[in-house]
């Protein structure tokens, strides 16, 4: 599978932005889908996935009830809408995709985008 991630740009606090990533390959629905960001200086971090159906979300407790994880599998396509966001948002965020049972351990994803990124202005 390969992942290309988009959407991402420069935003003010409070704003939001919906990233997208498209996948090619088959196999899409057949991976849980998670987002993952690295903040400039810091190690990545997970911050949602979504099961195979879309039946099960999980998302970071720090972006619980502003980001919403979904995908459509009839576009291959995964999505992270981000509500409200804050300046500490900033980051680089990747797409990842793991077939397999859900995991919010970055090291046990095996196909990733190329990130894009995510600025959140003051």
């Known amino acids: 599978v390969q992942l290309q991630a988009s959407g991402g740009g420069l935003v003010q606090a409070g704003g939001s932005l919906r990233l997208s990533c498209a996948a090619s390959g088959r196999t899409f629905s057949n991976c849980v889908m998670g987002w993952f960001r690295q903040p400039p200086g810091k190690e990545h971090e997970f911050v949602a996935l979504?099961?195979?159906?879309?039946?099960?979300?999980i998302h970071a407790n720090s972006v619980k009830g502003r980001f919403t994880i979904s995908r459509d599998n009839g576009k291959n396509t995964v999505y992270l809408q981000m509500n409200s966001l804050k300046p500490e948002d900033t980051a680089v965020y990747y797409c990842?995709?793991?077939?397999?049972?859900?995991?919010?351990?970055?090291?046990?994803?095996?196909?990733w985008g190329q990130g894009t990124q995510v600025t959140v202005s003051s």
């Open positions: 990842a995709g793991r077939a397999d049972t859900a995991s919010t351990k970055r090291e046990e994803y095996d196909y």
């Open positions: 979504i099961s195979q159906d879309g039946g099960v979300t």
